[in-house]
Each structure stands twice: as structure tokens, then as C-alpha cells.
T-cell receptor, first 114, second 112 residues
Framework: DSGVTQTPKHLITATGQRVTLRCSPR?????VYWYQQSLDQGLQFLIQ???????AKGNILERFSAQQFPDLHSELNLSSLELGDSALYFC?????????????FGPGTRLLVL | TQLLEQSPQFLSIQEGENLTVYCNSS?????LQWYRQEPGEGPVLLVT?????EVKKLKRLTFQFGDARKDSSLHITAAQPGDTGLYLC????????????FGTGTRLQVFP
């Protein structure tokens, strides 16, 4: 158990819909990262937040957005969903924002868009 | 764009065999990490190698960082069914704004 929690574990929805994925970082960690893992693209970095502020952006689509709240939990919002958005979405957390810090991954949310 | 290619992509072996997984790039990384991911779970960090030529051992696993810090290898001795999983290398770029770059992954299956 990494100490990072993600909900829901599984999500099935239809194209065009909007979903919200939730992540609670390890106690004391200020940085949250979101990743997408698909069979063809592998594990791709989406976005990073540190202490409520966006810190770094990766391959995140404009239809996707995220935020980190004052209690440090984070939400990833996916809208206008397409079949290709079906993937595993992971949240990771670390103490600070340096990319050299160890990132602890949650168990992931498996999204299926039908 | 920094890319990390892993080989082989899939590996299916019998218990007790040895194996090596390679992680290659044309880019230089300040450090390289290896993760193992089991079904239904997130990746778990195994080791970080920092210095060119560095070798680290974790029980039956041996990790090496290339001299030029562009590649790395993971060698498993006497593989066991518990070693089954997806192995991912991840490179830490040389610039502060660089994100962590994950390799393409090697899926290992060890049969009893």
C-alpha cells in the first residue's frame, strides 16, 4: 500500500460524457502527478500540482483539466470523452516538486468509454 | 523529445532462468529509475541509479546505468514467479523543467 488513494477504481461511461477522478496523496506529500497508461502509449505524464498550484504540464488534452484543493487532494476532470480515452489513470504523490523525488503511485482508476 | 525504448517487449520464461531487460535512449538522463507494476496496481519504485556506470543490487536484481547515462539494464538471476509483472524504466531529464519519462515497458511472465 503506497498510501495514495484513488477513487473510483473502475469507471464505465459513454462517449461525450464527463467524469471526475479523485486522488488523495500520501500524508505530508505536497506534490500530485497524474498519468495516463494505455496499451499503445504506455505511461504518459499528464500534469503536476504542487501545494495547490500547477507545476508542470505534459501530454494533457484540452478536454482534460485538473486541480489540487487546499486539503491537497486532487481531481482530474475528463470531458467530451472519446473511445480513445479508455485507459488506466494513475495519481502519484511526492513530498516536494523536484522530479528526482520518489513518486508513490496509487492503484489507478480504470476508465472504459463505450 | 526524449524517448526510452525497452527490450524485449514481452518475456516468458521458466522459474530459475536468468534474464536481462534493456532500456535505451539517445538522450542523456541525470538519473534513471526502474519500477515494477503488478496487475491492478500502480508502479512501485525499485531503484534509482544516478552515476554513469553505477551498478546497484537488490537481492536477485542487478541494475546498471550506462557510462554515458543514456541506457540502463536490469538483470534478474534465477527468476521466480513472484517476479512476474511489468517492468518500467523512467528517465529523469537533465533540465529542472523536464518531466519523468517512462519507457515502453517489458512484460515478464515467470512460470513455475
Amino acid at each position: 500500500d503506497s498510501g495514495v488513494t484513488q477513487t473510483p477504481k473502475h469507471l464505465i461511461t459513454a462517449t461525450g460524457q464527463r467524469v471526475t477522478l479523485r486522488c488523495s496523496p500520501r500524508s505530508g506529500d505536497l506534490s500530485v502527478y497524474w498519468y495516463q497508461q494505455s496499451l499503445d502509449q504506455g505511461l504518459q505524464f499528464l500534469i503536476q500540482y504542487y501545494n495547490g498550484e500547477e507545476r508542470a504540464k505534459g501530454n494533457i488534452l484540452e478536454r482534460f483539466s485538473a486541480q489540487q484543493f487546499p486539503d491537497l487532494h486532487s481531481e482530474l476532470n475528463l470531458s467530451s470523452l472519446e473511445l480513445g480515452d479508455s485507459a488506466l489513470y494513475f495519481c502519484a504523490s511526492s513530498v516536494a516538486y523536484d522530479k528526482k523525488e520518489t513518486q508513490y503511485f496509487g492503484p489507478g482508476t480504470r476508465l472504459l468509454v463505450l | 523529445t526524449q524517448l526510452l525504448e525497452q527490450s524485449p517487449q514481452f518475456l516468458s520464461i521458466q522459474e530459475g532462468e536468468n534474464l536481462t531487460v534493456y532500456c535505451n535512449s539517445s538522450s542523456v538522463f541525470s538519473s534513471l529509475q526502474w519500477y515494477r507494476q503488478e496487475p491492478g496496481e500502480g508502479p512501485v519504485l525499485l531503484v534509482t541509479v544516478v552515476t554513469g556506470g553505477e551498478v546497484k543490487k537488490l537481492k536477485r536484481l542487478t541494475f546498471q546505468f550506462g557510462d554515458a547515462r543514456k541506457d540502463s539494464s536490469l538483470h534478474i538471476t534465477a527468476a521466480q514467479p513472484g517476479d512476474t509483472g511489468l517492468y518500467l524504466c523512467a528517465g529523469v531529464g537533465t533540465y529542472n523543467t523536464d518531466k519523468l519519462i517512462f519507457g515502453t515497458g517489458t512484460r515478464l511472465q515467470v512460470f513455475p
